[in-house]
């Protein structure tokens, strides 16, 4: 069902994931409390230098995995690859709320000396990548649950979850890790089996727990700004491969094309997430009667998406570089209109969270992207690549018009059976 919404002149960066909130139907379920004030007595908690550090370790694992889904041989590498993404998203966005809730102790000495030490432990994660289903598996397997007990441990003296005994670090330390584990002292497919286990466990952990975990507050400020550093991280994955391939081989005009048409993407993307998507993630977690519900499911598993989906674009951009005429490359190097897709897709699910309901124009874009994608192994990379940075581009010109203009913005409704906890904001 679709509806539509007229927004303000000039808003050029309304609250929304997509181009402002729609307004709600009158039988839609409103929200039975109003949003918390946030922690901190109306302070701003601003992102920390140490945590910028921690970043950097961060940004090297982004670098392991995408080189890990490049060269993985098939669907099956591939998705061994999003296994070892799984513990590595989960360690960061773990830390980042261990930090929102530490408020302003995390740049105390003993707040700076936590970041360094699960720095250290989620390098030790990065660096076994490669060989993770090889000679590194007990690395990364133990590096992980110590960085789970880390954070267990901390959280716990915070009492941040209250007297929930079973919540989402003590799930991970005690049910998840003991499967990495295993799978690390096993060889071949079970370890591949048990580590899919686990990461599927850390993916539903949240979900599983529901309302017990409706009762927590978070500061609305730190929160946003973090998860769009990881994005900003992802996109720098991106940048760093465009230059480095092009860097490596003699530069003619076709690879100056490729390259600027590639850079052109990358503009895109960000501009999709940051000018309107960023004041809108806050503007749902300020305003959001359970601010649990926007951490799982747009700080969570929508930031994951837009991960994922990063991570594909920047693997099929070395291809792009390295052989912008030729087709019929492999399939990872195939991945820049499924990940345009999933990043888009990642917008919808997470406005539909945040305001029930999704806008048309982004769900199109995704659509549009999945229709290339049959066609990535039959077109030269710079052609594929080509299009989907037209889409991303038209897109952003189409919504900033529309706002621009004050024209009427039009989002699809999902069936009332679907709503249930999405939309409820004050």
Same mark, same amino acid.
């Given at each position: 069902?679709?509806?539509?919404?007229?927004?303000?002149?000039?808003?050029?960066?309304?609250?929304?994931?997509?181009?402002?909130?729609?307004?709600?139907?009158?039988?839609?379920?409103?929200?039975?409390?109003?949003?918390?004030?946030?922690?901190?007595?109306?302070?701003?908690?601003?992102?920390?230098?140490?945590?910028?550090?921690?970043?950097?370790?961060?940004?090297?694992?982004?670098?392991?995995?995408?080189?890990?889904?490049?060269?993985?041989?098939?669907?099956?590498?591939?998705?061994?690859?999003?296994?070892?993404?799984?513990?590595?998203?989960?360690?960061?966005?773990?830390?980042?709320?261990?930090?929102?809730?530490?408020?302003?102790?995390?740049?105390?000495?003993?707040?700076?000396?936590? !970041? &360094? =030490?699960? $720095? +250290?432990?989620?390098? %030790?994660?990065?660096?076994? /990548?490669?060989? #993770?289903? @090889?000679?590194?598996?007990?690395?990364?397997?133990?590096?992980?649950?110590?960085?789970?007990?880390?954070?267990?441990?901390?959280?716990?003296?915070?009492?941040?979850?209250?007297?929930?005994?079973?919540?989402?670090?003590?799930?991970?330390?005690?049910?998840?890790?003991? !499967? &990495? =584990?295993? $799978? +690390?002292?096993?060889? %071949?497919?079970?370890?591949? /089996?048990?580590? #899919?286990? @686990?990461?599927?466990?850390?993916?539903?952990?949240?979900?599983?727990?529901?309302?017990?975990?409706?009762?927590?507050?978070?500061?609305?400020?730190?929160?946003?700004?973090?998860?769009?550093?990881?994005?900003?991280?992802?996109?720098?994955?991106?940048?760093?491969?465009?230059?480095?391939?092009?860097? +490596?081989?003699?530069?003619?005009?076709?690879?100056?094309?490729?390259? #600027?048409? @590639?850079?052109?993407?990358?503009?895109?993307?960000?501009?999709?997430?940051?000018?309107?998507?960023?004041?809108?993630?806050?503007?749902?977690?300020?305003?959001?009667?359970?601010?649990?519900?926007?951490?799982?499911?747009?700080?969570?598993?929508?930031?994951?998406?837009?991960?994922?989906?990063?991570?594909?674009?920047?693997?099929?951009?070395?291809?792009?570089?390295?052989?912008?005429?030729?087709?019929?490359?492999?399939?990872?190097?195939?991945?820049?209109?499924?990940?345009?897709?999933?990043?888009?897709?990642?917008?919808?699910?997470?406005?539909?969270?945040?305001?029930?309901?999704?806008?048309?124009?982004?769900?199109?874009?995704?659509?549009?992207?999945?229709?290339?994608?049959?066609?990535?192994?039959?077109?030269?990379?710079?052609?594929?690549?080509?299009?989907?940075?037209?889409?991303?581009?038209?897109?952003?010109?189409?919504?900033?018009?529309?706002?621009?203009?004050?024209?009427?913005?039009?989002?699809?409704?999902?069936?009332?059976?679907?709503?249930?906890?999405?939309?409820?904001?004050?």
């Amino acid at each position: 069902m679709a509806d539509d919404t007229r927004a303000p002149r000039g808003a050029a960066t309304v609250p929304d994931e997509d181009l402002g909130p729609d307004i709600p139907d009158e039988e839609e379920e409103q929200p039975e409390q109003a949003a918390p004030d946030p922690p901190g007595g109306g302070r701003e908690q601003r992102v920390t230098w140490a945590e910028l550090f921690f970043d950097l370790v961060w940004v090297f694992a982004i670098t392991a995995l995408a080189h890990a889904l490049a060269t993985s041989s098939g669907p099956t590498g591939m998705l061994r690859t999003v296994v070892l993404t799984i513990p590595l998203w989960w360690g960061w966005n773990s830390v980042t709320l261990l930090g929102n809730a530490s408020g302003e102790r995390l740049d105390g000495p003993r707040g700076r000396l936590l !970041l &360094f =030490l699960t $720095g +250290a432990v989620g390098l %030790g994660m990065a660096v076994a /990548v490669p060989h #993770a289903y @090889g000679s590194s598996g007990l690395l990364f397997a133990g590096c992980f649950i110590l960085l789970r007990l880390l954070l267990w441990t901390e959280m716990h003296r915070l009492h941040f979850y209250g007297e929930l005994r079973m919540e989402p670090f003590a799930l991970g330390l005690v049910i998840a890790g003991p !499967l &990495f =584990l295993a $799978g +690390a002292l096993l060889p %071949g497919d079970w370890r591949s /089996v048990l580590w #899919a286990a @686990g990461a599927l466990l850390e993916v539903a952990g949240p979900a599983l727990l529901g309302h017990r975990l409706d009762h927590i507050r978070l500061e609305p400020a730190h929160l946003p700004e973090r998860f769009g550093l990881i994005v900003i991280m992802a996109l720098g994955e991106t940048v760093v491969t465009l230059g480095t391939q092009a860097a +490596a081989v003699p530069l003619n005009w076709i690879r100056l094309a490729a390259l #600027a048409i @590639g850079f052109v993407l990358v503009i895109g993307l960000w501009w999709t997430y940051f000018h309107f998507g960023a004041p809108a993630v806050r503007h749902g977690l300020e305003t959001s009667a359970v601010q649990a519900r926007i951490l799982r499911d747009v700080f969570h598993y929508a930031h994951f998406c837009y991960l994922l989906a990063v991570i594909c674009i920047a693997v099929s951009l070395r291809a792009l570089i390295q052989s912008p005429l030729e087709s019929g490359h492999e399939l990872s190097a195939c991945l820049v209109a499924p990940g345009a897709g999933l990043y888009f897709l990642g917008f919808c699910y997470s406005r539909w969270r945040m305001y029930g309901s999704a806008a048309l124009s982004r769900f199109t874009a995704a659509l549009a992207c999945l229709a290339v994608m049959p066609l990535s192994p039959l077109l030269p990379a710079i052609a594929v690549t080509a299009l989907v940075a037209a889409l991303v581009i038209a897109l952003n010109v189409f919504e900033y018009w529309v706002i621009s203009t004050g024209r009427q913005v039009i989002f699809m409704h999902v069936p009332k059976a679907w709503r249930r906890g999405a939309g409820r904001t004050t």
